[in-house]
């Protein structure tokens, strides 16, 4: 029986989409591949799972795609909305919430509660990828709460309404 990469389940696994996510943070804001590079030559050198070797090769490309397109279109990166839509469209879930996750704390009030609904929309998707549906489903609630009656609030360019009708659709099929 092959084991899948899982990050809920497995220490080894959680370190491993940690420490790349966080490279792939720090070259986001560098506008540079370099911190992303490095993290997959360290990872490289360690004798790690296929399964987690096959994450990293997997999100290497995903990185790099993100990063290509930011480079030639520096405007994506000013926009922090648009940067985690960026994210979201390639299935970055982890990341556009650790992404979005990094502006909680300096906002207030409504805006702050539509971030966090944000986040937690991404979580739910994550929580998803590895089939964690009733925690899932638990999150997807808590954001559709406020993001149904704000929706207003969230930035044109992460285009939340698909995301909204996503998240019911999880919370109707459990």
């Known amino acids: 029986m092959k084991i899948l990469f899982n990050p809920f389940e497995d220490r080894t696994d959680r370190d491993v989409r940690n420490f790349l996510g966080s490279a792939f943070i720090c070259?986001?804001?560098?506008?540079?591949?370099?911190?992303?590079?490095?993290?997959?030559?360290?990872?490289?050198?360690?004798?790690?799972?296929?399964r987690a070797q096959s994450y990293i090769?997997?999100?290497?490309?995903?990185?790099?795609?993100?990063?290509?397109?930011?480079?030639?279109?520096?405007?994506?990166?000013?926009?922090?909305?648009?940067?985690?839509?960026?994210?979201?469209d390639e299935s970055l879930f982890f990341e556009c919430h650790e992404?979005?996750?990094?502006n909680y704390?300096?906002?207030?009030?409504?805006?702050?509660?539509?971030?966090?609904?944000?986040?937690?929309?991404?979580?739910t998707f994550e929580l998803l990828t590895y089939n964690r549906k009733k925690a899932a489903v638990s999150v997807a609630t808590k954001a559709l709460s406020v993001l149904e009656p704000h929706f207003l609030q969230?930035?044109?360019?992460?285009?939340i309404q698909p995301k909204i009708a996503r998240l019911k659709t999880v919370i109707k099929d459990a």
């Open 154 to 159: 969230v930035p044109e360019s992460f285009n």
């Open 99 to 102: 992404w979005l996750e990094q």
């Open 27 to 50: 070259a986001l804001h560098k506008g540079d591949q370099a911190p992303v590079a490095q993290a997959v030559s360290d990872l490289g050198r360690k004798k790690l799972p296929e």
């Open 105 to 123: 704390r300096t906002l207030q009030g409504q805006e702050k509660k539509v971030l966090q609904a944000m986040i937690r929309t991404a979580g």
């Open 57 to 88: 090769t997997a999100r290497y490309a995903r990185y790099t795609a993100v990063l290509s397109q930011m480079s030639s279109n520096p405007l994506l990166g000013a926009d922090l909305y648009a940067t985690a839509a960026l994210l979201w």
